[in-house]
């Protein structure tokens, strides 16, 4: 199947520096990217969608100004969580939609999700 | 999307098939259903989806009821490696820019 990779697998930070995640798809190109963020012992939530060449959707309650999302190239997209604070520490994921080419057109295929990055703030 | 609801555990023993149910009483025509599992501390892994025909491939069974108001998935042998929390998720799919909604999921534990 499709591989999707994050780097870094793990961080840890002071308080008030800014971290940068990528998230990347390594044998496809990948026009949509979604980031997630799951706390400890809960569901992952969407934070934002990331369309390569324009501007990130973001969830309500997402300060976009603090998740700097950057999708410059079919196969990257970025997270950059500025002034991080202790409440950022989570584990965030990313993934992306193959899309194929089948004998009836264009298939879209499920979505393959990254490994994780863990953030922990100091 | 239509909402699902699954149990918050489940145990197995491992050798034996685990079933993991899933209502999802609402689900419309054009929405499929969807598994993954997580592993603990990794990300989602895809297992199968199915529209409403029953589906099987070289991790699990899907086995979905004749109204679709609910499905099951099944792990035939169950191993230790199985262990995590399953993620039963319906939506209209295939949908390319579309994420998917994660509910709490089902936290399996296999046991020796």
């Known amino acids: 199947g499709a591989v999707v990779s994050q780097h870094p697998s793990w961080v840890i930070c002071k308080s008030g520096t800014s971290v940068k995640i990528e998230c990347r798809s390594l044998?496809?190109?990948?026009?949509?990217m979604f980031w997630y963020r799951q706390f400890p012992k809960q569901s992952l939530m969407l934070m934002a969608t990331?369309?390569?060449?324009?501007?990130?959707?973001?969830e309500q309650g997402v300060e976009k100004d603090k998740f700097l999302i950057n999708h410059a190239s079919l196969t990257l997209s970025t997270l950059t969580v500025t002034s991080a604070h202790p409440e950022d520490s989570s584990f965030y994921i990313c993934?992306?939609?193959?899309?194929?080419?089948?004998?009836?057109?264009?298939?879209?295929?499920?979505?393959?999700f990254g490994p994780g990055t863990r953030l922990t703030v100091l | 999307d239509a909402k699902t609801t699954q149990p918050p555990s489940m145990d197995c023993a491992e050798g034996r098939a685990a079933n993991l149910p899933c209502n999802h009483s609402?689900?419309?025509?054009?929405?499929?259903v969807y598994w993954y599992r997580q592993i603990h501390s990794q990300g989602p892994q895809y297992i199968i989806h199915?529209?409403?025909n029953n589906e099987t491939n070289e991790m699990a069974s899907l086995i979905i009821t004749e109204d679709r108001k609910s499905s099951t998935l099944i792990l035939p042998h169950a191993t230790l490696r199985d262990t995590a929390v399953y993620y039963c998720?319906?939506?209209?799919?295939?949908?390319?820019?579309?994420?998917?909604?994660f509910g709490p999921g089902t936290r399996l534990s296999v046991l020796p």
């Open positions: 993934s992306a939609s193959l899309r194929s080419r089948g004998l009836a057109g264009v298939k879209w295929n499920e979505q393959f």
């Open positions: 044998d496809f190109q990948a026009t949509t």
């Open positions: 990331s369309n390569e060449g324009s501007k990130a959707t973001y």
């Open positions: 609402t689900i419309s025509g054009n929405e499929y």
């Open positions: 199915g529209l409403k």
């Open positions: 998720i319906v939506r209209v799919a295939p949908n390319y820019g579309q994420n998917f909604v």
